[in-house]
């Protein structure tokens, strides 16, 4: 008989600490630096720390699931197993859409970053460059994950690049300028703190993708420890990282002129070698297509997350078939990629970076505050031996604290749109469902069966009292005691 095959507990804490590492820094830190500069200035600072420790905090929950169900599909698998399948659907829904959402932020921070380079591009040439971009990612998708994957990890590579450089020659700048350096960073909250929620909003949304920590315990060694610490380690030297980039930002060029600049990172650049013009230019250069590059690379990886996510719902019957549909050649869900990308790339042409970005995290923060949530019920159906970390409430709660956090200060509109999105899957749901589901339901409620048994439960409940009493007069009557009281239980 053949052996059962285990995986091997192989993953140490250095590498599920890379994993955290290199699933959230990518195009975030380009596209969320200058929404933080521009709503609140230097004070930003501390919003960059505050975030980090909320991404901590909702990835332990995260770490907690998946240490009780060690289940592929996330969010998705925790609230099917601890609601059911609509609940686990909608959940699973809104972290698809999210997804999506996010496949729209990055053609439109790839063309504002390309207008740093070509400044007077129209917006039909805007448009066609967008579409440009989608088609590199369906190509690059449907030729196969093995082409995806090496264009992925070479742009991975490509992306890191330009933000050492930037920090090394922000550096110098600092050491060279002490006295500028400082006095930028003055005043250190210009427009006081009204934009604060919206700031937090689109600044977390750089810490999203710490999910890839919880893959499933078998193949992480002593992943009880291991996860949580790689968690705690990796977000906390993420947020080193943005703090790092964020305050040499800061240090080189005034905040209000970074206010008003589209790619904060390439006019600080500038102005940081502007005592050097073959510098200047080289420096842009790097800076500005290593943004390019990691724009093109983040959503080179969410493409691929986001159409073998489709392609699994479609698989277990809760999306339309066409999402499952395998190229016979490449063997990709080309469909499902094609479908994806243009719906994105509408979005792209007609949706502002700002609300997309909130968009996103109003629906993260729904799959958040789900996977918070049924951490209580997960220990209820999942029983086992828990650290003292995975036994107490108070990251759960916190957690949902959160998440129910972001997805207030997204905005009336996002929140609006959002939970529209969210109303669409229901009818999906009772269409694409598993039949024998809906068909058991229906038998349940309206069937001939059901109703003659109902029925007869009600019968035997409201007449029962009453034939107690016919029994006991027909046995005076008759004096059949013997008769009846073998099947008389008074």
Not at 29 to 35: K, N
Not at 121 to 127: E, K
Not at 416 to 443: C, F, H, Q, R
Request: proline letters at 5%; a positive charge; charged letters at 10%.
């Amino acid at each position: 008989m053949m052996s059962k095959v285990r995986l091997q507990s192989q993953l140490t804490l250095f590498d599920v600490t890379n994993l955290v590492v290199g699933a959230i820094i990518g195009a975030d830190i380009y596209v969320a630096s200058q929404f933080g500069a521009r709503y609140l200035g230097p004070f930003s600072l501390i919003v960059w720390v505050i975030a980090g420790a909320m991404a901590i905090v909702i990835a332990l929950c995260f770490a907690q699931c998946a240490s009780l169900l060690p289940k592929v599909g996330g969010p998705y698998a925790y609230a099917k197993e601890a609601w059911g399948p609509f609940w686990g659907f909608i959940v699973g829904w809104s972290l698809w859409l999210a997804e999506w959402v996010s496949l729209a932020v990055f053609p439109v921070a790839f063309v504002q970053y390309l207008t740093v380079f070509l400044p007077n591009l129209g917006p039909i040439v805007q448009i066609i460059i967008k579409g440009l971009f989608v088609l590199f990612l369906i190509a690059s998708n449907i030729f196969g994950v093995r082409s995806a994957g090496r264009t992925n990890d070479v742009l991975t590579i490509v992306k890191l690049a330009p933000l050492i450089l930037f920090a090394a020659i922000g550096l110098l700048f600092v050491i060279v300028n002490p006295a500028t350096a400082a006095s930028n960073f003055s005043p250190l909250l210009p427009n006081g703190l009204g934009s604060f929620g919206l700031a937090l909003v689109l600044i977390f949304w750089a810490y999203a993708g710490f999910e890839i920590s919880t893959i499933p315990a078998e193949e992480i060694k002593d992943a009880k420890k291991t996860i949580p610490r790689a968690i705690v380690l990796g977000i906390a030297i993420v947020t080193v990282f943005y703090l790092v980039t964020n305050v040499l930002l800061f240090a080189v060029r005034p905040s209000a002129q970074l206010m008003g600049d589209s790619a904060p990172m390439v006019a600080a650049t500038g102005v940081a070698l502007s005592w050097n013009h073959p510098l200047l230019l080289v420096g842009v250069a790097i800076v500005g297509i290593g943004a390019l590059v990691s724009v093109a690379g983040s959503d080179e990886s969410g493409m691929i997350g986001t159409s073998r996510l489709g392609y699994a719902l479609a698989a277990d019957g809760l999306f339309p078939s066409v999402f499952a549909k395998i190229h016979p050649k490449f063997k990709t869900p080309y469909l499902g990629i094609i479908i994806q990308a243009v719906t994105a790339l509408i979005a792209a042409v007609y949706g502002r970076l700002d609300i997309l970005i909130a968009t996103s995290v109003f629906l993260l923060g729904v799959a958040y505050a789900a996977t918070a949530l049924s951490v209580f019920w997960l220990r209820k159906k999942c029983p086992a031996t828990q650290s003292r970390w995975e036994a107490t409430s108070v990251i759960p709660i916190l957690g949902i604290i959160f998440s129910v956090i972001l997805i207030v200060l997204c905005g009336i509109v996002q929140i609006l749109t959002g939970i529209v999105m969210l109303a669409v899957g229901i009818p999906i749901y009772i269409k694409y469902s598993p039949k024998k589901e809906l068909t058991d339901l229906k038998n349940a409620l309206i069937s001939r069966e059901a109703i003659l048994e109902k029925a007869y439960r009600q019968e035997d409940s409201f007449l029962a009292h009453a034939l107690r009493h016919v029994k006991r007069a027909y046995r005076r009557i008759t004096g059949k005691k013997q008769t009846w009281q073998a099947n008389d239980k008074d």
